[in-house]
């Protein structure tokens, strides 16, 4: 585990004091002081730190950042950021008058051409769209038409709502997820992430005649987790 040498190493990085890191995590300095020489900090501290720095948990625990290079630290840096959503990726969205995010409906037909148009505000505006004001506020949602039966119980042309996914290291495994991929387009299937270890995820149907398969990270363009379902 190399956490405590790179809390160090990060720290250094920025050109950042104890006393300054400390303050900005949330903990005091002498704390900071013995993570960085050989205490285990706790969970939510880990967290903390994570956020703090914009590395995952598993980049911070598992890869000894200081043996790296420049040029392979800015890379290491920069996919893990890309994982995180931390990089710029633009959700075309719609509101109503006042200002509110709209929930815009994908029907079986437009899934085909969604993977086109997905970022395009236009093509986000030609779809249908309403209001659900009983879910939180803070959240984007998007309404997909389910075809075929590979998710069943969930019938052939069931509408599900499902909710954006910013940051891809936080897929849970055994939850139901829209994937929007390179190779696939649009699918729903139950995932278990290998994002941080191995960059993709693996995709299962519930109806057991359809098989398994890898979605590389590289290929993502969307990911929506599901939350309920319109019949």
């Known amino acids: 585990m190399y956490i405590h040498g790179n809390i160090k190493f990060l720290r250094k990085q920025r050109g950042l004091t104890q006393e300054v890191a400390a303050q900005a995590v949330g903990i005091s300095r002498s704390k900071l002081a ?7 900090p706790p969970l939510d501290v880990v967290l903390m730190i994570s956020d703090y720095f914009g590395v995952s948990v598993d980049l911070l625990l598992r890869r000894d950042l200081q043996s790296l290079s420049a040029y392979k630290l800015r890379q ?16 075309a969205t719609t509101v109503d008058t006042q200002g509110r995010e709209l929930i815009e409906v994908v029907s079986q037909r437009a899934k085909a051409s969604y ?6 505000p236009e093509f986000i505006e030609e779809l249908p769209r309403f209001s659900l004001p009983f879910l939180p506020s803070d959240k984007k949602y998007r309404v997909f038409q389910i075809d075929g039966d590979s998710m069943l119980p969930l019938p052939d042309g ?28 649009v699918t729903f299937k139950i995932a278990y992430s290998q994002v941080e270890d191995k960059e993709r995820v693996l995709l299962c149907s519930s109806n057991p005649i359809y098989k398994p398969f890898y979605v590389a990270v590289s290929d ?8 309920m379902v319109m019949y």
Do not use: M, P
Not at 76 to 91: A, S, W
Not at 115 to 120: E, I, K, N, T, Y
Not at 221 to 227: S, Y
């Open 158 to 185: 069931a509408w599900i709502v499902c909710e954006y996914v910013d940051d891809w290291t936080k897929i849970k495994d055994g939850q139901r997820y829209v994937l929007v991929t390179e190779q696939d387009g």
């Open 34 to 40: 013995g993570y960085e020489l050989n205490i285990n």
């Open 220 to 227: 993502l363009r969307e990911v929506w987790r599901f939350r």
């Open 115 to 120: 993977l086109a148009g997905f970022s395009d």
């Open 76 to 91: 290491v840096l920069e996919t893990d950021q890309y994982l995180k959503g931390k990089h710029l990726r633009i959700l």
